[in-house]
């Protein structure tokens, strides 16, 4: 079993077609391993950049590439792409967090009319796999890639930072130390579930009949006493969720409820929350749904 850990550059340009700006790739850089982490081959090939025909000084201080380095070595993006694909074969893909997957949907989507990678035989979110293992995984907040290595005692600076080939090997440094045959598995994805999971949207429930609306989830108990609240009235329709006024007969005090249903690609995440009443909200008009 080999593996390919890819990383991309990109320059923030702007394109007349999408009417905004896209994650114009500039250079790919990958490198090639077998199970004994033993390097088989590397690639690293500049991009052309069309859309833009300059980058932008952030870009072009991160990265050190010149305007001029890409104008006389960079080839066409479906040229890079071809030869990455050849070299990528029936190898695991893996990156460094999805931005870089994103990047590559969006370019091919560009040039080719087209968002499917479907060229991924099997693929690993790096950024995810290696923030479990080493046990600070956070949805909310992403593990950047200098922190992982200097979680597990390597120093990022031995390796040339936001050029796609440095950083890939140092991507692969990581995972040497964080790779678990027994754990690994369970992390990789089809080309088809990589991209359902990028291009799914998540979305609110604002059907109160909706037979996936729990409806025991709109009990709600007292946070000063714990008894449970009566609704005061029906539960509406409000910021794409669902509001209701509560009372706690044992202590007396009104409160609002709000219970938001969320659809996202991996389940329903259901939020709940009790606030004052604002004396306002107490007579405010809405569409009433009855529980």
């Known amino acids: 079993m080999n593996f390919v850990i890819l990383d991309l550059e990109w320059n923030s340009s702007y394109s007349k077609k999408y009417k905004g700006f896209m994650s114009e790739i500039i250079e790919f850089g990958a490198v090639k391993f077998n199970g004994d982490f033993e390097v088989i081959d590397t690639f690293s090939m500049l991009v052309a950049p069309q859309v833009a025909k300059k980058l932008t000084g952030k870009v072009k201080e991160l990265t050190n590439i010149s305007n001029e380095e890409l104008a006389k070595g960079g080839s066409a993006y479906t040229r890079v792409l071809s030869k990455f694909k050849k070299f990528l074969g029936d190898d695991i893909l893996m990156t460094w967090g999805t931005c870089d997957i994103l990047a590559l949907m969006e370019n091919t989507n560009y040039y080719e009319k087209n968002d499917r990678i479907d060229f991924i035989n099997r693929y690993c979110d790096l950024q995810v796999y290696c923030a479990e293992v080493l046990g600070v995984y956070n949805a909310g907040k992403q593990l950047g890639l200098a922190p992982a290595a200097e979680l597990i005692g390597i120093d990022p600076a031995d390796y040339v930072a936001h050029r796609a080939l440095q950083d890939s090997m140092l991507s692969m440094s990581i995972f040497r130390n964080l790779y678990y045959p027994e754990k690994f598995p369970k992390y990789l994805e089809t080309a088809d579930q990589l991209h359902y999971r990028l291009t799914f949207k998540s979305y609110y429930l604002t059907d109160i009949n909706s037979p996936l609306v729990n409806k025991n989830e709109f009990n709600m108990f007292c946070g000063t006493c714990g008894s449970k609240l009566r609704p005061l009235t029906d539960w509406i329709v409000k910021s794409k969720g669902f509001t209701a006024v509560l009372l706690c007969e044992n202590c007396g005090q ?30 405010a008009d809405g569409e009433k749904h009855e529980v």
């Open 254 to 283: 009104k409160l609002t409820g709000k219970v938001k249903f969320k659809i996202n690609y991996n389940g329903m995440s259901i939020k709940k929350k009790l606030v004052p009443l604002v004396e306002e909200e107490e007579s």
